[in-house]
């Protein structure tokens, strides 16, 4: 029979991977991605200084600097903030696909650390100034959901701004 605080710990576990997938109170990053006006992925809305684009490649560079650095102690960081946002104004389709594809592969890596019963979610890191799993995980979810809110106003803005 398993004790109250490990009951506890698998209930938060499961939470947090239901929080980690998306869904509930936001829109679901399948969903989202759906559809996407993949001929406006390179395009500067007015007021906004990233693409859709750049967005989502951040989106990944960002969840794999927090991924690495919750399994690696050896992980570096790459610079702030030029470092999580990509230069690039030329993707093609075939890099958004990518990088849907690799962002989703890299959350399925995350869920694989939180799903591992030996790790402790509220150990410090040895590396970290008092960082946590579960404050990680719950740091990835947050901004995940921030962005996907961006690209949502993004992708409205883009439709309805899109040729017919």
């Not at 050896?74 to 690039?88: E, I, K, L, N």
């Not at 696909?97 to 890596?109: C, H, R």
């Not at 740091?139 to 959901?145: E, G």
Request: net charge negative; proline share 6%.
């Amino acid at each position: 029979m398993q004790s109250a605080t490990a009951n506890v710990n698998n209930l938060l576990r499961e939470q947090l991977i239901a929080l980690l997938r998306g869904g509930d109170a936001h829109i679901h990053f399948d969903d989202l991605m759906r559809d996407f006006p993949l001929e406006q992925i390179n395009r500067l809305l007015e007021g906004l200084p990233y693409t859709a684009w750049q967005v989502l490649d951040h989106m990944r560079l960002a969840q794999w600097d927090i991924i690495e650095f919750s399994r690696n102690p050896d992980y570096v960081s790459p610079p702030f903030p030029q470092g999580y946002w990509s230069q690039r104004s030329d993707a093609t389709p075939g890099d958004w696909q990518k990088t849907i594809t690799t962002f989703k592969e890299n959350l399925e890596s995350m869920i694989e650390l939180l799903s591992d019963e030996s790790k402790d979610l509220f150990a410090p890191f040895p590396h970290g100034d008092g960082q946590t799993l579960l404050r990680e995980a719950l740091l990835l979810a947050d901004h995940n959901a921030y962005h996907i809110g961006v690209l949502t106003i993004m992708k409205r803005s883009l439709t309805s701004s899109s040729p017919r």
